[in-house]
């Protein structure tokens, strides 16, 4: 038996133990979600569309419940967790809308006296395994679209946050049906087994070590996946004057573990300086433990401060953190600007995941999309100008899943969100999720 221990990202705390579950169990789990599926596929997609909706309005129900879960394993500030509950429940129904819209190509009369069409089916037991940056978010973005077209789901949350994965698994076993959406709390370990297991596909969020292994095991099933970000935002010497700000408030959004965050801001060298100038100051004003929460858990801290050690940067300006008493201890870490930094630096090429931007200085236009693009991950991106046909051309040149100007992270569920080299491959959100989660049949009758 092992044991696992969450501890309080706000205070550094024991706060729960809980038992990882191991081979038996994953298997009891797996079988339980295959037996679950064939009822729940033959509903129609109407009926499916009505229990998700319903669903959603019980989250949105005990919104607080769900917000405290949230603060509880990730320290988020209230308003966040509550934003993430409110977004959480609006995928759902978008999901519930958009699985009866589907349409299938080739359907007709492609050759004499004979009728063809094609069936969408779904893929079976699906694996969702998510981190912890956003518990109940990355839950909806994977199981809303694989359930919605008659999927069920075996969830993995990350280690240190089970808490709304087990609330969805009761609302979830009432309104949607018993083992519908199945849940397995544990380590890396659980998760391996998991995708060792018999699940028919594997949908992953996490980090590209991650995603690799999850690629290795899982063969030839199917597999989605949402990995690193490390996202740059060139910022051109005409960028709006709200730049600096938004590009702040984005940072340290969820204490900057957002896969799709600015991390590398990237500028000309007419305005490096007044960059540099501009964002010191606004990230100086975001205060850790006012303007946003903690790190996740020990581990991320160490790192974080290992990178930021490493870095030769000729340049920090560190912000400020007022956790007061509730904080003390806990994984709290200040907003930082890095600047003046060799292309190779650790806080460059590695994705850092916490409230800090690094700011590099292009020889030219060229230059600046060349850096954009010079490292592994190509999740997300933004160009700031005012100049929007210049800045859309250097969007499109941009080595990236989705691409942003003159913003950064506004994401709405009709819109398609998936990463490029090592940030994975698939998509979430979008009606074009829905194609992750189902395989195509064609049919063909002969009339004669």
């Known amino acids: 038996m092992t044991m696992l221990t969450a501890h309080d990202p706000l205070t550094g705390q024991h706060r729960m133990g809980y038992r990882a579950a191991r081979e038996k169990e994953i298997t009891v789990t797996v079988r339980a979600a295959a ?16 229990r998700l909706l319903r669903l959603a309005d019980r989250v949105e129900d005990r919104a607080e419940e769900y917000a405290s879960a949230l603060r509880a394993g990730t320290g988020k500030p209230w308003a966040e967790a509550r934003g993430e509950v409110t977004g959480g429940a609006d995928v759902l129904r978008f999901y519930a809308g958009a699985s009866r819209t589907e349409s299938s190509p080739a359907a007709g009369r492609r050759m004499a006296d004979r009728e063809s069409w094609v069936r969408w089916e779904p893929l079976g037991v699906v694996a969702a395994i998510i981190p912890w940056n956003y518990p109940l978010m990355m839950a909806i973005w994977r199981l809303g679209p694989a359930l919605a077209v008659g999927n069920t789901v075996v969830l993995k949350p990350a280690e240190t946050t089970p808490d709304t994965a087990l609330l969805l698994r009761e609302d979830a076993a009432e309104l949607l049906g018993e083992d519908v959406l199945c849940v397995v709390s544990g380590d890396r370990r659980t998760g391996a087994l998991l995708v060792d297991s018999d699940v028919d596909a594997v949908a992953f969020t996490g980090s590209t070590v991650g995603g690799l292994d999850v690629a290795y095991r899982s063969g030839l099933r199917p597999v989605s996946l ?50 540099v100038e501009g964002l010191a100051r606004e990230m100086s004003r975001k205060v850790a433990g006012i303007d946003f929460g903690p790190l996740n858990n020990a581990d991320q801290t160490a790192r974080y401060d290992r990178i930021l050690t490493a870095s030769r940067a000729g340049i920090r300006h560190i912000g400020r953190t007022e956790a007061g008493p509730e904080g003390e201890g806990g994984y709290w870490r200040p907003s930082v600007v890095l600047a003046d930094l060799p292309e190779d630096d650790p806080a460059v090429v590695e994705e850092v995941f916490g409230p800090l931007l690094t700011v590099q200085r292009a020889r030219d236009l060229g230059h600046a999309v060349e850096l954009a693009n010079g490292v592994p991950q190509a999740l997300s991106a933004s160009v700031w100008s005012s100049n929007v046909s210049s800045a859309l051309t250097l ?23 998936g990463g490029r080299k090592s940030s994975g491959h698939g998509t979430d959100l979008s009606a074009l999720a829905l194609a992750e989660y189902q395989r195509p049949k064609t049919v063909t009758v002969c009339l004669d």
């Open 226 to 275: 949402e990995l690193g970000g490390n996202c740059a935002a060139l910022v051109l010497p005409d960028a709006p004057a709200y730049t600096f700000a938004s590009l702040a408030a984005a940072s340290v959004f969820n204490a900057g573990q957002s896969c799709a965050a600015p991390a590398r801001v990237i500028t000309l060298p007419e305005n490096h300086g007044i960059v």
């Open 35 to 50: 037996a679950a599926q064939r009822g729940w596929a033959s509903l129609t997609p109407g009926q499916r569309s009505r």
């Open 395 to 417: 969007a499109g040149e941009l080595d990236a899943g989705e691409a942003w100007v003159n913003c950064h992270l506004d994401q709405t569920p009709e819109l398609p969100h």
